[in-house]
């Protein structure tokens, strides 16, 4: 699903340079639920903006779904991430004044779907987290774990292959945290592919796969089988092969 090839990624400020990726190599198969992490400055959240379309690589090649995302231009770079994939982010990203059900209909009307589906589909997106009772609710009438919740039915309900969430535990006191890790391991379940940012060993131990960043290299790439009871499962070739949702439709279309 995920094909990165010899990336690499330099910032130039002024006269001053800093090669932030060197180089990396990693495959990411569809079902996976993998953990990125690594110290401060390691090149974990680059890596992340490069796999979710938000920044470009300088060399090497990047195929998503079989298609090579590499060279494609800002608007088709956009049509990707609005269609295939959802981001969770540390910060939640809510609209202040906003209800739940309008938070998370609010990609579908970007995408030009009608009020009448936008309702349906964030309605039935908010029970599937498990808050069909907190629809009409504005985000501070919200609990943390509720507001992240509501911005991982926002992140699902376009139908991606391929969820993004940066540090997403982070914000969240122990038992919120916990609870959107059981919703994660849900969601794996259902064989949707996840790919977190973390410096959180609790969160890394929930996924099926760490990867390990130092100094813009991969040093570590282990697959084990996480707290929750997700079905993926080593075939003892070094792929993962898993028990799939039904694929989604293919970049670009």
């Not at 490069?50 to 998503?64: A, K």
């Not at 391991?185 to 390990?212: F, K, M, P």
């Amino acid at each position: 699903m995920i094909e990165l090839k010899d990336i690499t990624k330099t910032y130039h400020m002024g006269t001053q340079s800093l090669t932030v990726l060197k180089g990396i190599s990693l495959e990411i198969n569809q079902g996976e639920y993998v953990a990125i992490v690594g110290p401060s400055g390691s090149g974990k959240s680059t890596l992340m903006n490069i796999i979710g379309c938000l920044d470009t690589l300088d060399t090497g090649s990047y195929s998503l779904e079989g298609t090579d995302v590499s060279a494609m231009s800002d608007d088709d770079l956009a049509r990707v991430r609005s269609r295939h994939i959802g981001f969770v982010f540390q910060q939640f990203n809510l609209l202040a004044r906003t209800p739940a059900i309008k938070q998370v209909a609010l990609p579908l009307m970007y995408q030009g779907v009608g009020r009448a589906e936008r309702t349906e589909r964030a309605e039935a997106m908010l029970k599937k987290v498990g808050l069909g009772d907190r629809m009409h609710h504005k985000p501070d009438e919200l609990s943390g774990g509720q507001q992240q919740r509501v911005a991982i039915a926002r992140a699902l309900v376009v139908n991606p292959s391929l969820i993004l969430a940066d540090e997403p535990t982070g914000n969240l006191d122990s038992s919120s945290g916990a609870e959107i890790l059981a919703l994660f391991d849900n969601l794996h379940d259902q064989g949707i592919t996840i790919v977190t940012v973390t410096h959180s060993n609790e969160v890394a131990e929930h996924t099926r796969r760490t990867v390990l960043l130092r100094d813009g290299l991969v040093t570590s790439d282990k697959r084990h089988n996480g707290v929750g009871n997700g079905n993926s499962h080593s075939n003892g070739t070094g792929k993962t092969t898993s028990v799939q949702a039904a694929q989604p439709a293919a970049v670009g279309e």
